[in-house]
């Protein structure tokens, strides 16, 4: 019989194939260096995305909760069960998309994919892809310029920014120091949950030796969908206080 791991590797690889997840990011890729606060478009099938997007953005039944961010948000597109449990009946649109740095995001903002909608809370988890070429603070910057930017076009809405997932399978892997700082940067702009809640669920995808599981991370960064399933449950009381549901 298959092994956990195997299926969460067999899962993920059918979205590469789906075209879901239209770049990967790979620890071992150095990416060209980039302005993470200048907006920029991307080419290809990432402008059909957006399209998609500014499409959902105009149905007239709104968006009360969006999901924003790269390949680790877009990934929600496969684990139905969770996310049909989760967050269907929210009324949510997933914004993700494969490859994106924080620059990417920016332009999409800038672009109209908020325009029109009024969701209550914003799930943002951004900057992975921004490791191989930017600096800890470099990638700050740029989320700090997306928290900002969605404070600009949607004044009323609450941003529970999440810190960038824990990558590598190993603690000494260089790149978790990185994330580490990124993280401590970030963590600053919560404000108390009055406009900002920042939420670190990293720990939750290690052992308890720091290493991360394939079947939590089957190539140590995409999650397969026992990891959508720790994500959730651990952001679940802090996105039902932001909603302000009552039971």
Same mark, same amino acid.
């Given at each position: 019989?298959?092994?956990?791991? +195997?299926?969460?590797?067999?899962?993920?690889? $059918?979205?590469?194939?789906?075209?879901?997840?239209?770049? /990967?990011?790979?620890? +071992?890729? &150095?990416?060209?260096?980039?302005?993470?606060?200048?907006?920029?478009?991307?080419?290809?099938?990432?402008?059909?995305?957006?399209?998609?997007?500014?499409? &959902?953005?105009?149905?007239?039944?709104?968006? !009360?909760?969006?999901?924003?961010?790269?390949?680790?948000?877009?990934?929600? !597109? $496969?684990?139905?069960?969770?996310?049909?449990?989760?967050?269907?009946?929210?009324?949510?649109?997933?914004?993700?998309? $494969?490859?994106?740095? =924080?620059?990417?995001?920016?332009?999409? #903002?800038?672009?109209?994919?908020?325009?029109?909608?009024?969701?209550?809370?914003?799930?943002?988890?951004?900057? =992975? !892809?921004?490791?191989?070429?930017?600096?800890?603070?470099? #990638? /700050?910057?740029?989320?700090?310029?997306?928290?900002?930017?969605?404070?600009?076009?949607?004044?009323?809405?609450?941003?529970? +920014?999440?810190?960038?997932?824990? &990558?590598?399978?190993?603690?000494?892997?260089?790149?978790?120091?990185?994330?580490?700082?990124?993280?401590?940067?970030?963590?600053? +702009?919560?404000?108390?949950?009055?406009?900002?809640?920042?939420?670190?669920?990293?720990? &939750?995808?290690?052992?308890?030796? $720091? =290493?991360?599981?394939?079947?939590?991370?089957?190539?140590?960064?995409?999650?397969?969908?026992?990891?959508?399933?720790?994500?959730?449950?651990?952001?679940?009381? =802090?996105?039902?206080?932001?909603?302000?549901?009552?039971?």
């Amino acid at each position: 019989m298959p092994s956990v791991a +195997l299926n969460g590797r067999c899962w993920l690889f $059918g979205l590469f194939f789906s075209g879901l997840l239209i770049v /990967a990011a790979s620890p +071992l890729v &150095r990416a060209q260096e980039e302005s993470t606060t200048e907006p920029k478009p991307r080419d290809g099938g990432w402008k059909q995305l957006h399209d998609s997007f500014l499409a &959902r953005a105009k149905q007239k039944e709104g968006v !009360n909760l969006l999901f924003l961010g790269d390949s680790i948000t877009q990934g929600w !597109n $496969g684990p139905q069960q969770v996310w049909e449990r989760y967050y269907r009946p929210r009324n949510v649109a997933n914004f993700g998309i $494969g490859g994106d740095r =924080t620059q990417h995001v920016l332009w999409r #903002i800038e672009n109209g994919e908020v325009d029109g909608i009024h969701p209550k809370v914003v799930v943002l988890m951004i900057g =992975t !892809n921004n490791m191989g070429a930017n600096s800890a603070d470099e #990638i /700050a910057d740029g989320i700090k310029a997306i928290v900002k930017k969605l404070h600009e076009k949607l004044p009323e809405t609450k941003v529970l +920014l999440l810190g960038v997932f824990p &990558r590598g399978e190993r603690p000494d892997d260089p790149v978790r120091d990185k994330v580490k700082a990124v993280n401590e940067k970030i963590a600053k +702009l919560d404000d108390g949950g009055k406009s900002v809640k920042y939420l670190d669920i990293g720990p &939750r995808f290690m052992s308890e030796d $720091g =290493t991360i599981s394939t079947a939590i991370m089957p190539d140590f960064l995409h999650l397969t969908q026992k990891g959508y399933r720790v994500w959730a449950d651990a952001m679940e009381p =802090t996105l039902w206080s932001m909603l302000d549901e009552k039971k």
